[in-house]
């Protein structure tokens, strides 16, 4: 069982928690995810880790309460616990030689953009955050973000805060003011992913992007979380999540992805009229 410890609403839909896991806070590393299960009644769920704790044992999720499942764990308080978590699973992602980076995070996305801007900004890297939302209400770790990050850009679809735009349009103005990034992480909704890719395109930006696709076992053998890289199968949970933006086959990821919709939906028991 792994417990709760503390639980945070940073907004309507999305939810912090800090768990008790010692042995997955003592390897876990930036881009890598766990999967959970709530009891022996629960579906595995993969969620990012976004942070975690050494010398604590805790890790770090961040989660919107979009499905069955989550729901499920939004309702959980600090002192409950959960019957399994996995991890760290995935490949952590590797950062290379770079002296300047932009983190693009959109929506939740900004939950995984987080430790990717945090360990580069601690490795001495110049790192700008470009952190999308639809409007002020359902930001989330500004404060965080501005404390790893050298220069912090808040975008929002309305205008309500920050700068009014998509994330892809301050990027494209950062790009073409000089600021001369080695490379791009993008982490958001997938069409979002997509369109920063365009963007940096054109400059030859290196761009990498954590993707997020239907995935069951986190082991590479069910084979849900498939995508296609350049051509080639790929798997999610043991290849990526991180991947080369410009060789991804975004629009069979986006049709994989809606393969459940319906089923993701929240069940009402018909018998107990409990939720799943």
Known sequence: MFKILNKKELNDAVVRMD??????????????FIIYR??????????????YDREAGTITIIFQTIGGSTQHLARLN??????????????????????????VGGGVGCAIAYPQAKTLYNMGVEVDVIAGFRSKDIVILEEEMKAVSNGFYLCTDDG???????VTDKLKELIDSGRGYDEVIAIGPVPMMKFVCKTTEPYGIKTIVSLNPIMVDGTGMCGGCRVTVDGKIRYA????????????????????????????????????????
């Not at 768990?19 to 890598?32: C, F, R, S, V």
């Not at 709530?38 to 942070?51: K, W």
């Not at 978590?85 to 932009?102: I, M, S, W």
């Not at 410009?246 to 319906?262: P, Q």
């Open 237 to 276: 949970c043991v290849e990526g999540p991180d991947f080369d933006g410009h060789k991804v086959d975004f629009d069979e990821l986006m049709r994989r992805n809606a393969t459940y919709k319906n089923q993701e939906k929240t069940h009402v028991c018909r018998l107990t009229g409990g939720v799943r």
């Open 19 to 32: 768990i008790e896991a010692p042995y997955i806070a003592k390897k876990a590393k930036a881009g890598q």
């Open 160 to 166: 309500s805060a920050g700068f009014h735009g998509f």
């Open 78 to 103: 600090a002192g409950d616990s959960i019957l399994d978590v996995v991890g760290p699973l995935g490949v952590a992602t590797e950062y290379g030689d770079v002296k300047r980076v932009a983190v």
């Open 38 to 51: 709530i009891d022996e009644y629960s579906e595995r769920v993969p969620l990012t880790i976004a942070d």
